[in-house]
């Protein structure tokens, strides 16, 4: 459904830095751009009180179509999408902001099949990717060879399942945290790698299982986020880019990735029942 020529209504599911950003500015740039907030939804809901209006908030997220949203945005948790994703794409469009949760091959493989199956597009934003479309057009020219992605942060910045980065000390300089596929990476940090996921659904014929991935702790970084990405073609072709993204300590998400999401939620106007990277 192309809602292009009314006020689309938004659910944006997660209230951390990321969902408050978005809200923050559709509640105040919204009405001149076409956007109506029409639902928030945190794990914890006290976090909302006093900064999202009470009629606003959801507290039950399985009766999200009561509030008949033309997009809903997750900025939250993998496990959101991969409880919800279907339910979602069965009323609206959706904009994933965890892609990590597609490197589970039976979910994507369903999700992919449910946008079809509901004429609703499954959105994937860029973030933290740079020319992530220029990816997408050699992948699907048939010219992608391979592709590699690096992400290096402060330690601080990280947030891996296990023990990897217990040990860390300021001292210690860098350190390479995991090389290897971006299936086996996105489980163990599914909160960091979405810039690599992203690159993965660009990159459709290699797949999770194909992009190569590593992640990097660095004590040095201490004011941005580095993300640097290889792209090899055909007889010798290949592209090198690096991206420095202003963050502070501890954060996860570059400050720059913001309005990066935010202008890929202005994108999401509906562009059929597939996978659309924007």
Not at 58 to 79: G, K, N, Q, Y
Not at 146 to 160: E, N, Y
Not at 255 to 275: D, E, I, M, P, Q
Request: charged share 20%.
């Amino acid at each position: 459904m192309d809602t292009s020529s009314f006020s689309q209504r938004i659910g944006v599911v997660g209230y951390g830095h990321l969902g408050q950003y978005l809200v923050e500015r559709i509640l105040k740039d919204g009405d001149a751009l076409g956007l109506t907030l029409a639902f928030v939804w945190n794990r914890n809901p006290d976090k909302l009180k006093g900064f999202v209006p009470d009629e606003l908030i959801l507290l039950d997220l399985s009766s999200f179509a009561d509030r008949r949203c033309d997009v809903i945005v997750e900025v939250c948790h993998p496990h959101i999408v991969k409880e919800f994703g279907l339910h979602f794409l069965s009323r609206s469009h959706f904009l994933v902001g965890s892609p990590s949760a597609f490197s589970d091959p039976d979910l994507n493989q369903k999700l992919h099949r449910a946008a079809r199956q509901h004429s609703r597009t499954l959105y994937v934003p860029s973030g933290a990717l740079w020319g992530g479309q220029d990816i997408q057009r050699l992948n699907d020219s048939g010219a992608l060879k391979a592709l590699f992605i690096r992400m290096s942060k402060h330690p601080s910045c990280f947030r891996l399942t296990g023990d990897v980065l217990s040990d860390w000390t300021e001292q210690e300089g860098r350190r390479v945290l995991f090389r290897g596929s971006v299936a086996e990476l996105c489980p163990l940090a599914p909160n960091n790698v979405n810039t690599m996921a992203a690159a993965a659904v660009a990159a459709g014929t290699l797949g999770f299982a194909g992009v190569q991935g590593e992640i990097v702790s660095d004590t040095a970084l201490r004011d941005y986020h580095v993300v640097e990405v290889e792209v090899t073609g055909p007889n010798g072709f290949s592209v090198h880019t690096v991206r420095r993204n202003p963050a502070k300590l501890g954060a996860v998400t570059g400050s720059a990735t913001y309005n990066s999401f935010w202008n890929s939620l202005l994108v999401c106007k509906g562009h059929g029942g597939r996978v659309y990277l924007c």
